[in-house]
């Protein structure tokens, strides 16, 4: 790796991070100014914001004919999110998981999985994949704020309540409309810049080590794109609202899934690699299960469990550079 492609890929990172971060407070900044719920910017704004990372880089790749770094930063994207991201916040604070919490949004992450899983193993997301895709995200937001507006009371056990009001605090809601629009556009030309570099970074990385986009998608560019999930995580956790990060993570993979990769489809066919459809599927569907089955088992995640998260994430990662068949993956 030359100094250059080094210095690039830590920038690209390091712009990610701060546009990711920008962009968040800028749109929270605005969303508060217009004057709309702090419930609806916690469900939309909020969710969508910390998902443009991840939608910028994806989109990025998929125009540059790079559509196995974009679908490996999904994929990688969600890993992280449930084993290292949960992980970390467990091992932190323990976090309760709600009966409501499991019931509607696990089961949207579960459900928006299964979706890409069923339709990735006929090789490619069509566009009418796309499109069925953000039918169903349409259909989780409506109904979530359905539900949530018509028993308020509901609040008080759903970390969703911590989710829209610790940010929306943290991140300055009180910011005039001036600032609050200085910041989103300078978040938005971070996550571009960003998102370009990481990705050009990315692919000379993978060609002087020698495997595949694949592997570097789901491996540096995820870990790239989910930095200001880490970093929220951390934070909550050590403010003692774990949930924060449990509610982010669960809405995080639900826009990133439904949201990035249906967009991706929607413009062009998704060719899936075989690669993901050998691991990186498997790997995703059974982390997204398991977190399922911990959190029902006695609806919360200990820091056992965490400890055991973080070091199976570790494993992904170990096994993305094993070299399969005498060759590289």
């Known amino acids: ?66 559509q196995d770094i974009g679908v490996g930063n999904i994929v990688g994207s969600n890993i992280a999110n449930i084993l290292l991201i949960l992980g970390v916040a467990a091992l932190l604070h323990p976090m309760r998981t709600p009966p409501s919490l499991v019931v509607r949004d696990a089961g949207a992450m ?9 339709f990735g193993l006929t090789g490619a997301l069509t566009r009418w994949h796309g499109g069925v895709m953000l039918g169903l995200l349409a259909g989780y937001l409506v109904f979530s704020y359905w539900s949530d507006t018509r028993r308020p009371n509901r609040n008080a056990e759903r970390p969703e309540a911590g989710a829209a009001e610790v940010p929306l605090e943290l991140m300055g809601s ?17 996550l571009v810049v960003g998102s370009d570099w990481l990705i050009e970074g990315g692919v000379a990385v993978a060609r002087d080590a020698g495997v595949s986009e694949t592997v570097i998608g789901a491996t540096l560019v995820a870990l790239g794109t989910s930095l200001p999930e880490l970093a929220a995580a951390i934070v909550s956790a050590l403010r003692r609202h774990p949930d924060v990060a449990l509610g982010n993570v669960l809405g ?39 977190v399922v089955i911990v959190m ?27 070299p399969a068949d005498g060759a590289g993956r």
């Open 1 to 66: 790796m030359t100094p250059v492609t080094l210095l690039m890929t830590v920038a690209g990172f390091l712009l990610l991070f701060a546009g990711g971060e920008f962009l968040l407070r800028g749109a929270v900044g605005l969303s508060r100014a217009l004057g709309l719920s702090p419930l609806l910017v916690g469900l939309t704004v909020v969710a969508a914001a910390t998902s443009m990372p991840e939608l910028v880089v994806t989109l990025t790749a998929g125009l540059e004919d790079l």
């Open 110 to 118: 579960l459900l928006a999985t299964a979706a890409f899983a069923g």
């Open 174 to 190: 009180a910011l005039g409309v001036p600032r609050a629009l200085l910041l989103t556009l300078l978040g938005a030309a971070g």
């Open 252 to 290: 995080s993979n639900i826009f990133n899934l439904l949201m990035v990769l249906g967009t991706l489809a929607l413009i062009a066919p998704v060719q899936l690699s075989a690669e993901v459809l050998r691991f990186d599927l498997w790997a995703l569907g059974a982390a997204t299960l398991g």
């Open 296 to 322: 029902l088992s006695r609806w919360r995640i200990s820091r056992l469990e965490g400890a055991i998260f973080v070091a199976l994430y570790l494993v992904y990662i170990v096994v993305q550079f094993v």
